[in-house]
T-cell receptor, first 112, second 115 residues
């Protein structure tokens, strides 16, 4: 079963920051937090991942709380093309295969 | 760098017929995954390969689903006989094996409709 809890849907105004929360209270010390998104009729697209520290790349920022029980994905300037389902995933430890177990995700709607 | 390739992109079959999906992972990627995604749900792992060996097939309905990766490169997922509830997108994904932190990349998926 997925180890994460996300709100089923969120809205965001175009040009504003989108902050997508995720709870993962049972995460283990060696498990990573991954974020993927899926635009309709496409395969999941990797966004970012992290273990303990905050991470930033050209797509987004990932903020992980100090106790690692929750995280937030930040899209700094959302555009209409960011409308998608966003999945927060705790990746299974390496000695268990390192697979991704998806939950239901958050459907983000960016509105003009 | 070429991505994960899948074919066919779309397939419609009648129940009790068979179907096969093909996946060519990113060059050099040792680990390959097949996921099933039913409309409105997140992807569910069916099987994981490490080179040509099966690492995890605990969620694969083995009475009707089979998968192989004979030479450790491309892979085939087969369904025989198909049921209505098999209507879904079948996603293939791959990653390099050298580092646990490596990213998993997905293909565009093969859409199956069973009528």
């Amino acid at each position: 079963d997925a180890k994460t809890t996300q709100p089923p849907s969120m809205d965001c105004a175009e040009g504003r920051a989108a902050n997508l929360p995720c709870n993962h209270s049972t995460i283990s010390g060696n498990e990573y937090v991954y974020w993927y998104r899926q635009i309709h009729s496409q395969g999941p697209q990797y966004i970012i991942h992290g273990l303990k520290n905050n991470e930033t790349n050209e797509m987004a920022s990932l903020i992980i709380t100090e106790d690692r029980k929750s995280s937030t994905l930040i899209l700094p300037h959302a555009t209409l093309r960011d409308t998608a389902v966003y999945y927060c995933i705790v990746r299974v430890a390496r000695n268990q295969g390192g697979k991704l177990i998806f939950g239901q995700g958050t459907e983000l709607s960016v509105k003009p | 760098e070429a991505g994960v390739a899948q074919s066919p992109r779309y397939k419609i079959i009648e129940k009790r017929q068979s179907v096969a999906f093909w996946c060519n992972p990113i060059s050099g990627h040792a680990t390959l995954y097949w996921y099933q995604q039913i409309l409105g749900q997140g992807p569910k792992l069916l099987i994981q390969f490490q080179n040509n060996g099966v690492v995890d097939d605990s969620q694969l309905p083995k009475d009707r689903f089979s998968a192989e990766r004979l030479k450790g490169v491309d892979s085939t997922l087969k369904i025989q006989p198909a049921k209505l509830e098999d209507s879904a997108v079948y996603l293939c994904a791959s990653r390099p094996n050298s580092d646990y932190g490596n990213t998993i990349y997905f293909g565009e998926g093969s859409w199956l409709t069973v009528v």
